[in-house]
């Protein structure tokens, strides 16, 4: 089992930005793929951005060239820079560990980003 714990969330103007951070611990070998994903309310989760071991990043096209995803595998910590942010950002953010691709089967609880207009 993987514990993942979220930060970095708040509430930010539209246009500004926040960094999200993601600390992994325990069976962090299964933290081969990181990923984001938010859940607005009235709407299912869905997925942000991923990066694996190595470094290569995806992300869902309405936060392509806004959002970064990094990771540093020293410290088990994956960090998602929001810059230019919207209103329809606002959601709860997830981060998620997967051993193999599309199985995420760890998630933290969830950090809070508001994006006011």
């Known amino acids: 089992q993987v514990q993942l714990v979220e930060s970095g969330g708040g509430l930010v103007q539209a246009g500004g930005s926040l960094r999200l951070s993601c600390a992994a611990s325990g069976r962090t070998f299964s933290t081969n793929y990181m990923g984001w994903f938010r859940q607005a309310p009235g709407k299912e989760r869905e997925f942000v951005a991923e990066?694996?071991?190595?470094?290569?990043?995806d992300y869902t096209d309405s936060v392509k060239g806004r959002f970064t995803i990094s990771r540093d595998n020293a410290k088990n910590t994956v960090y998602l820079q929001m810059n230019s942010l919207k209103p329809e950002d606002t959601a709860v953010y997830y981060c998620?560990?997967?051993?193999?691709?599309?199985?995420?089967?760890?998630w933290g609880q969830g950090t809070q980003v508001t994006v006011s207009s």
């Open positions: 998620a560990a997967a051993k193999y691709l599309g199985v995420y089967d760890n």
């Open positions: 990066i694996t071991w190595s470094g290569n990043a």
